[in-house]
């Protein structure tokens, strides 16, 4: 059986609006302060938002509309993801077998499926919608299809899409909303996984490990409201995570006889300035990885599922590993939940 192996990544997102700017939206509003003071400290300079506030401000919007905005942006940026990808890759539409998306933000049915016809896919195109899992979902998603690719033989493909920005809540505004309000941002990302053989080159999947630690569900949070998207997201979180990873990624790296220094790099969620750095400190990261999670971040900002998809392919695109050589892929997210992918060279 040939292994699965990604060949192809591609990252989309809305035009980018400075924090700057996107601090001063929000700094005459009840808490703006809060929004001001961690814009400053975030060490994240531009995001995407298809849904710009200076422009449109949709903290007023009903539920309603708030999805409506939701799913057609992500169609759409999805749509730009998938094209692009499997161009890149050189795959028609109908070469493809399975379309995968995950997703935490947009939910209807018919839903992004849609995408299938608007791509061009053949109808009979096999489609799983996964979610809501926030932050971590990109990471089981690409274990599903794994599994998929390596019985069917045939290449699939799998588009995260997160949108934040049509559930701005409406003021006031404590430290942790503002948190929540600074960090996330709005993306997508497409990979294109095919039966790994000899002329293909790109990252071979080799195995997944989780790790749940229910006693800190309440910890992390995501809910849709009449106001918006609540997110709850304790300040505690990045020092539980960073206690809890080396376990799964020690067990993962194990059971290929692998220890951490026969890493090349590592894809790190970039969750937030704190959860990169604890998590690096607790692994040793080298200083290369870390560097490709923090320069997504400052981007883009943490768009949930896209996030370390789009961290894999800036890492791929700048130092591509070599056959042979291994890395890894860090996701977390509610439950509390780490995910772990261990990946090689092909």
């Known amino acids: 059986m040939s292994p699965a192996r990604i060949t192809r990544i591609a990252f989309t997102s809305p035009p980018l609006i400075s924090m700057k700017e996107f601090a001063e939206f929000f700094a005459d509003d009840a808490g703006g302060q809060n929004v001001v003071d961690m814009v400053r400290n975030a060490a994240i300079e531009t995001k995407g938002m298809a849904v710009n506030p200076l422009a449109d401000d949709p903290r007023g919007w009903g539920t309603a509309r708030r999805m409506q905005v939701s799913l057609a942006m992500a169609r ?3 749509l730009e993801a998938v094209r692009r990808a499997l ?5 028609r ?3 493809v077998g399975l379309l995968v998306t995950a997703t935490t933000t947009t939910h209807s049915t018919p839903g992004l499926d849609a995408l299938i016809t608007q791509v061009g896919m053949r109808p009979d195109t096999e489609f799983q919608s996964l979610g809501p899992m926030g932050c971590y979902a990109a990471l089981p998603a690409l274990a599903t299809v794994r599994n998929w690719v390596e019985i069917h033989g045939r290449p699939a493909v799998l588009v995260c899409t997160d949108l934040f920005s ?3 809540p409406p003021p006031p505004y404590d430290k942790e909303q503002a948190v929540v309000l600074t960090i996330f941002g709005d993306g997508a990302a497409a990979v294109v996984v095919r039966p790994g053989r000899e002329h293909v080159r790109g990252l071979d999947i080799l195995d997944t490990e989780t790790f749940y630690a229910p006693e800190f569900a309440d910890d ?3 809910h849709v409201g009449d106001g918006g998207m609540r997110v709850r997201l304790a300040p505690t979180m990045p020092d539980v995570t960073a206690a809890a990873v080396a376990g799964p990624t020690d067990r993962l790296l194990g059971r290929f006889g692998l220890s951490r220094a026969d890493v090349r790099w590592w ?3 970039p969750g937030g300035r704190r959860i990169i750095d604890r998590v690096a400190e607790e692994l040793a990261l080298p200083a290369a990885s870390v560097d490709a999670s923090r320069a997504v971040m400052r981007e883009y900002g943490n768009t949930a ?4 998809i789009g961290v894999l392919g800036h890492l791929q695109d700048s130092r591509p590993l070599a056959p042979g050589d291994h890395g890894v892929a860090l996701a977390f997210g509610p439950g509390a939940t780490i995910w772990a992918v261990l990946l090689r060279g092909a």
């Not at 161009?87 to 795959?91: K, R, S």
């Not at 599922?305 to 370390?308: N, Q, T």
Request: charged content about 15%; overall charge negative.
């Open 305 to 308: 599922a896209p996030a370390v």
């Open 93 to 95: 539409p109908d070469d």
């Open 267 to 269: 894809a790190l969620h």
């Open 87 to 91: 161009a890149d890759d050189g795959l």
């Open 76 to 78: 759409s940026l999805g």
């Open 220 to 222: 992390l949070q995501i």
């Open 166 to 168: 049509p559930y701005l």
